[in-house]
């Protein structure tokens, strides 16, 4: 669908701008009543009820959803966007500021922008998702068929189940807004957790019976995302039967054709000292294609044909800032014999947020022919550049590989030289141009994650050894040594979720969804973050602002905030 990709954003403000919802972080709308005729505002003539007259229009508005999806990955350009993917728990830390929020548990509060900016997204998208879902009860809507009219209000559904999953997850129960809002609201009260999750599972259920199963628009939502979100609501509600037979139509083939990749394909398939887990994360290879089905959702960002970034899909540059982020800053290491000019083969990492320990070391004891672990999934070998200063010792010399001696401060290891994971960087560019040259898209659902979740559920039920049996599934793809029944359980489904999913899954949604955000950042943290958490941490804190414009009703807040 062309209006997908590239929607007409002159009428998408329009039909925002006339049905937009008061929610709970808008804030309360004053107006003017000056006795002025020329001042004087008349009802608009555009409504819920005639703004949505066809299927163009349908899909020009769920456009917004999928934006609030790009911005989960790139909104800033720092530590922020690392935020959904553990900043601060047992994953990843800010190397630069040990003072910094989530390295420092105790000045995360109720005015966090990072949590907060999250909660105010999904409601975002709740409220477009209402305004659709009760558009569609229009009658006037022209549908070419009714399936059509289904589809579309299975997609605005999968949404609004997807984005409450995400609230609940880490804040606990919330508001549950169920239709598009017209007039001023500040009476809302939350509902349970429960409540909230058993709210997205109806919606989820529903997305899961309706959407297609394929689509020709990449990026769009189909029903094997709607049931891989399923089953982890059904995992929340303790229905570990509905989990598995959820996650079973993923992995069995009923809700499309799906299997892990075993073999190179794509663009850089060629390559002899590159692997087949390396080509998941090569730019152009994400989407569903010939080689790769293990793809359900990704977030577009990948550049179109005339070189331009997607439209909508990045806010303060031009291109997915995951680079810049996620690798560190060998490029300007002196020691190491480089000037602070990035090149193609070096990228441009920052080092804003570094893995810790447990994700680079810890959770490859043992790993032996772990592919994910070679050298070409994450870099651990630096070698020296062009400028290598005169040696003290020898063996000192352009392209010789730099001994870990010579790092002796913690920028050295913190920022300038540490292990680079594959998927978030390259050293191939476009255009040979390491500060803007990395553009993919991002996984939202893999495959594996899928299999974790059925795994999840059996380890729950008691069933060891169909949950060792998939968590096989996917270590058998990397060579990895199997799993035995007696081994499985939390810690090492999570670690096997790291190292599969490191900066791909919502980190702090999984812990926060099973009440571990406090015990792994406690044990597996890194120090700043360890000493600071504390147990009421495994929930987030409602946004003050939301709190504070409610005044009609009162929103409590998540203890100890």
């Known amino acids: 669908m062309q209006a997908f990709k590239k929607f007409n954003m002159k009428t998408h403000k329009i039909i925002l701008t006339v049905i937009i919802a008061v929610m709970l972080t808008a804030a309360l709308i004053q107006s003017c009543k000056k006795d002025t005729a020329f001042l004087t505002e008349n009802p608009a003539t555009l409504n819920s009820s005639n703004a949505l007259t066809n299927p163009a229009q349908f899909s020009e508005m769920s456009a917004s959803m999928y934006h609030y999806i790009q911005l989960f990955y790139n909104s800033a350009d720092g530590n922020k966007d690392g935020w959904i993917l553990g900043l601060g728990t047992d994953v990843c830390y800010d190397p630069r500021d040990p003072t910094s929020k989530y390295n420092n548990w105790a000045i995360v509060n109720s005015t966090d922008n990072y949590s907060g900016d999250w909660f105010n997204w999904q409601y975002n998208i709740i409220k477009v998702a209402n305004t659709l879902i009760a558009g569609a009860a229009n009658p006037a809507v022209v549908w070419t068929n009714d399936a059509q009219k289904q589809a579309a209000i299975a997609e605005a559904r999968f949404f609004r189940g997807f984005a409450y999953r995400n609230l609940a997850n880490v804040f606990g129960g919330v508001p549950i807004v169920s239709a598009p809002v017209t007039t001023a609201q500040v009476n809302f009260v939350r509902n349970t957790r429960d409540e909230v999750y058993k709210f997205a599972l109806a919606d989820l259920t529903f997305a899961a019976a309706n959407l297609p199963t394929t689509t020709t628009t990449p990026g769009r939502v189909v029903r094997a995302a709607a049931d891989h979100i399923l089953a982890e609501v059904d995992i929340s509600l303790k229905d570990y039967d509905g989990a598995i037979a959820a996650a079973t139509r993923v992995i069995n083939g009923t809700d499309g054709n799906y299997s892990l990749v075993k073999a190179r394909f794509g663009a850089r398939a060629s390559e002899p000292d590159k692997n087949y887990y390396y080509d998941l994360f090569v730019m152009g290879n994400q989407n569903t294609q010939p080689g790769n089905n293990e793809s359900i959702w990704n977030a577009q960002f990948a550049v179109t044909a005339t070189g331009g970034a997607i439209p909508g899909g990045v806010t303060t540059s031009t291109r997915p800032l995951i680079e810049r982020m996620m690798w560190c800053d060998w490029w300007g290491q002196v020691k190491y014999g480089y000037n602070g000019t990035a090149v193609d083969s070096t990228g441009r990492g920052v080092g804003f947020v570094r893995p810790t320990n447990y994700i680079n070391y810890n959770i490859w004891a043992n790993s032996r022919n772990d592919i994910r672990n070679s050298e070409t999934c994450i870099k651990r070998h630096y070698y020296f550049g062009p400028n290598t200063p005169v040696p003290p010792v020898a063996g000192y010399a352009p392209h010789k590989l730099a001994p870990p001696s010579i790092l002796t401060t913690h920028d050295d290891t913190s920022i300038y030289i540490y292990p680079n994971w594959c998927k978030f960087g390259t050293d191939k560019h476009i255009g040979g141009v390491p500060d803007n040259g990395y553009v993919r898209n ?91 958490v504390q147990q009421f941490n495994n929930l987030l804190p409602i946004p003050q602002s939301s709190i504070d414009a409610n005044t009609g009703a009162t929103i409590t807040q998540n203890p100890g905030y």
């Open 442 to 532: 991002f996984y939202i659902i893999r495959l594996p994650e899928t299999y974790f979740l059925r795994a999840e559920a059996y380890m729950n039920k008691g069933d060891l050894a169909s949950a060792a049996a998939d968590l096989n599934v996917v270590r058998s793809r990397s060579n990895a040594t199997p799993v035995a029944p007696g081994q499985v359980n939390m810690d090492y489904l999570l670690d096997e979720r790291a190292r599969e999913l490191f900066g791909e899954e919502f980190r702090i949604l999984t812990l926060g969804r099973l009440g571990l955000i406090y015990d792994r950042t406690k044990r597996f943290g890194n120090p700043q973050s360890a000493a600071s």
